[in-house]
């Protein structure tokens, strides 16, 4: 079947879920930080928002982190032959390194490569996560040109009493799982901790380079949250969370990995009066990567370590509905060792920014600015601006314009016979319009929306053959639509999100014209989930177009659709068996060119939740 009508086919499907919508319902209305760095109800805030619950993620059944973002509202995931393998995620079509992660406030990310190892994010220690799609420099500084995703462990609630939680799995390729957690209260005080083992043989992933061995991986992981809770409402707090991990891949000057993502933070929030918040959050996060062909050759061996400091104070004053403002400081120090000769090791940034938010009689406006002082590239000012009007019946519009920038990591800069000490730092404008609205009809609730966007980025860093150096290849223009609609009706949910983007080199060249590499024209997410007596049974069908290789657009990696099915089980009020089957047709593809990804795969868990409902 061609790719064209498979998504027509899957479009069908999706455009049935919206009209199924006319039955459907929406989970409650969570409480998020990320899009405006304050407390705002998720109806409430004027970015495009997806939330990730730790009921979705117990529902999904994710093996890894990737599983849960695979077609979500403008993301386009790519991967490098399966778990644990190197995974990159673009936002809206922009570079895989525009987008900044934050765990529980602190910045993750490697200050060398620009990005996330987001495969080594243990996924069974997170509590939930938030998706703000757009620019968001004016509010955090460089790097969010694409948006930002926060990642929140797990943590007690108030007055919780001693809670263990346990869950054991295994299944194809060898794979299996253990997680350990226990949380709890102890008059003012709680804490978390959490324990996870995860291993798999793995497959061959790379069949063309002619290896012939299964590419396996494992991950040790561990966190520990704490906190006090003042009489006064005031709130002490500190989290860790270390992930270390072996990898197997094919090709290349190395061939095996060992990796370390490490994070530190501390946060006080206080209020010195009844309409100010203070919040003060300090923290370090560390990617440690030693790589190496053969362990006994010492002499093929590289390693990369690299530390990222930040500290920020931020103050909230909240003087009525149509006046809260924010305003506060964030400094930021990255830092490179290692065994690699990088011209420069180290450099600061310091960022002030302002924001004001106001409503009035359906009206929502959202205003903010940031100046950033980069040790290397001198000052930027990025800005942002939204609008909303409510209507009485439930609608919502938009509209929303903003800047930001990206500074080149010191890999683009320094790497040896590399990078290029001359790059300039990224710089792009962007502007959306939507469209909301949550009809209920009976017993039926729905939520459908529609998000237009225009993302122009000047002096884009790309790597282009056959050298594959960084280079600003000059004016990218991105254009996308996003569509979503969840419904439920009693004990059936459906939820659907189709993605169109159109992400075109605009410089001047050979390739002006051309697609930009590895970004997704189309791809659509059907998941539908009903629950009956003990048991929940549930499939997810996604579906991509092809993407171009190359700036030149003579190599693409073929369009696909994949069928997942999910089944559930209560065996004991705290027992619940699960069942896990991917790629049920055993699709052959890839999102990486040349990697292949798992074939038809199973994977059961048994778990143990006092709380399980």
């Known amino acids: 079947m061609r790719i064209g009508k498979g998504f027509m086919a899957l479009f069908g499907l999706v455009s049935a879920t919206t009209a199924l919508a006319e039955d459907t319902v929406v989970a409650l209305d969570p409480v998020v930080v990320t899009a405006t760095r304050t407390v705002e109800k998720l109806s409430d805030t004027l970015a495009p928002v997806t939330v990730i619950t730790r009921a979705d993620i117990e529902r999904l059944q994710p093996r890894d982190f990737q599983d849960l973002l695979i077609g979500l509202p403008g993301i386009t995931v790519s991967n490098s032959g399966g778990s644990g393998k190197a995974t990159t995620i673009s936002l809206r079509g922009t570079n895989s390194d525009h987008v900044i992660v934050l765990l529980d406030g602190i910045k993750l990310g490697s200050a060398t490569l620009g990005t996330t190892s987001f495969e080594q994010i243990p996924v069974d220690l997170i509590d939930h996560i938030e998706i703000v799609r757009g620019p968001r420099s004016s509010l955090y500084g460089s790097e969010a040109i694409g948006g930002v995703i926060q990642v929140f462990t797990k943590r007690a609630k108030p007055g919780e009493s001693l809670t263990p939680s346990f869950a054991i799995g295994g299944g194809s390729t060898g794979s299996a799982r253990q997680e350990l957690g226990l949380r709890g209260s102890l008059g003012s005080a709680w804490y978390s901790v959490g324990l996870l083992a995860q291993t798999t043989e793995g497959f061959n992933a790379r069949p063309s380079v002619n290896e012939g061995d299964d590419d396996g991986y494992w991950n040790l992981a561990g966190s520990l949250a704490t906190g006090w809770r003042f009489a006064n409402g005031a709130e002490i707090s500190a989290n860790w969370l270390r992930a270390k991990s072996r990898n197997e891949y094919d ?353 059961a868990t048994v778990r143990y939740t006092p709380t399980l409902k």
């Open 251 to 603: 090709g290349g000057f190395t061939n095996e990995s060992d990796n370390t993502q490490e994070v530190f933070g501390g946060q006080a929030r206080f209020k010195p009066l009844s309409f100010w918040n203070v919040g003060l959050t300090a923290g370090q996060s560390r990617d440690l990567s030693v790589n190496f062909h053969r362990p006994e050759i010492p002499a093929n061996r590289g390693e990369i370590n690299t530390a990222r400091d930040t500290y920020s104070w931020q103050n909230d004053l909240a003087f009525s509905e149509l006046l809260n403002v924010s305003l506060g400081v964030d400094q930021q120090h990255d830092h490179v060792s290692g065994d690699t000769d990088y011209e420069v090791r180290s450099r600061d940034n310091t960022g002030l920014f302002v924001q004001y938010q106001g409503g009035w009689r359906g009206h929502e406006l959202q205003l903010s600015l940031r100046r950033d002082d980069n040790q290397q590239f001198g000052t930027y000012e990025t800005g942002g601006a939204a609008y909303g009007y409510r209507f009485a019946n439930g609608i919502r519009i938009g509209a929303s314009h903003g800047t930001a920038f990206k500074a080149p990591t010191f890999n683009q800069l320094y790497f040896p016979n590399f990078g290029d000490p001359d790059l300039q730092p990224e710089t792009s404008r962007s502007s959306e319009l939507n469209i909301a609205a949550s009809p209920r009809i009976g017993e039926v609730a729905t939520r459908v929306s529609v998000n237009g966007y225009r993302t122009r980025v000047t002096n884009l860093i790309d790597f282009v053959p056959p050298t594959f150096a960084p280079i600003n290849i000059g004016v990218a223009e991105i254009y996308g639509v996003e569509v979503q609609a969840a419904a439920q009706w009693r004990a059936l949910r459906g939820q659907a999100t189709f993605n169109w983007l159109d992400p075109e080199n605009r410089s001047e060249g050979a390739n002006r014209g051309n697609d930009l590499q590895r970004r997704v024209r189309r791809n659509a997410r059907l998941d539908i989930d009903y629950a009956i007596a003990r048991a929940t049974l549930g499939t997810t069908i996604y579906g991509a177009s092809q993407r171009y290789n190359n700036p030149a657009n003579s190599s693409t990696t073929g369009g696909y659709a994949t069928v997942d099915l999910r089944a559930t089980y209560n065996v004991l009020p705290a027992w619940q068996l699960a069942l896990n089957l991917r790629n049920l047709l055993d699709k052959q593809y890839q999102t990486v060119a040349t990697y292949e990804q798992p074939g038809i795969n199973l994977f």
